[in-house]
């Protein structure tokens, strides 16, 4: 079955510094892939998303891009600020699977002032 | 703006209740969904809901049943609530692939259970 895999966290980075979030994924058929932040007391909510290989998410400065040949959709960001503090998730969702969507483990990130 | 709402933020019980956790969603979705939420272990889908009264399990469904009698409303229910089910429980629900949307999760903000 479909499933999703990211690097263990806690990350912790200080400000300004480049922050790479490793996602893998399994999937037969064409999944849509997504990236999920969850800060601290709320729920989750998408941060960005790529519906075909080679699409690239954008969104608040963090980028993305569904590689099919590496089933890989790493979430990067140039420079963090201590407000991106939170738990990223990486997600897959499968048209043919019931549009039930499919969570890695998830990434909490600290960033130091 | 699109909402999903879940009725409690925080709520303690004992061990052997019945607890009932309702969400409604404003957008007209057909798709719905339960998860639990739990430390190293990313969010696991219970039940979920394509359509008013219809239902189909998740991954973890075992001790949990769900109504769905109204489009907008999504119950969870865990007839004799146990230690092992305090954790965050999430609903969300979906905008279909095709239908103005890429299969994007709306979530309410959570409700935590402590089963004592």
């Known amino acids: 079955g479909n499933s999703v895999t990211q690097m263990e966290g806690p990350v912790t980075l200080s400000e300004e510094a480049f922050l790479t979030i490793n996602c893998t994924y399994t999937a037969t058929g064409y999944p849509s892939l997504f990236w999920y932040v969850q800060y601290p007391g709320e729920g989750l909510q998408l941060l960005l998303k790529?519906?075909?290989?080679?699409d690239k998410g954008s969104n608040k400065g963090f980028e993305a891009t569904y590689r099919k040949e590496t089933t890989s959709f790493h979430l990067e960001k140039g420079s963090v600020q201590v407000s991106d503090s939170a738990v990223y998730f990486c997600?897959?969702?499968?048209?043919?699977?019931?549009?039930?969507?499919?969570f890695g483990a998830g990434t909490r990130l600290f960033v130091k002032a | 703006d699109v909402k999903v709402t879940q009725s409690s933020r925080y709520l303690v019980k004992r061990t052997g209740e019945k607890v009932f956790l309702e969400c409604v969603q404003d957008?007209?979705?057909?798709?719905m969904f339960w998860y639990r939420q739990d430390p190293g272990l990313g969010l696991r889908l219970i039940y979920f809901?394509?359509?008013?009264?219809?239902?189909e399990k998740g991954d973890i469904p075992e001790g949990y049943s769900v109504s769905r009698e109204k489009k907008e409303r999504f119950s969870l229910i865990l007839e004799s609530a146990s230690t092992n089910q305090t954790s965050m429980y999430l609903c969300?629900?979906?905008?279909?692939?095709?239908?103005?949307?890429?299969?994007?999760?709306?979530f309410g903000e959570g409700s935590r259970l402590t089963v004592l």
């Open positions: 997600a897959l969702s499968d048209l043919n699977g019931g549009f039930k969507t499919i």
């Open positions: 809901s394509y359509d008013v009264k219809m239902k």
């Open positions: 969300a629900s979906i905008t279909p692939v095709g239908r103005v949307g890429t299969g994007e999760l709306f």
């Open positions: 790529a519906t075909k290989a080679d």
């Open positions: 957008m007209d979705h057909e798709n």
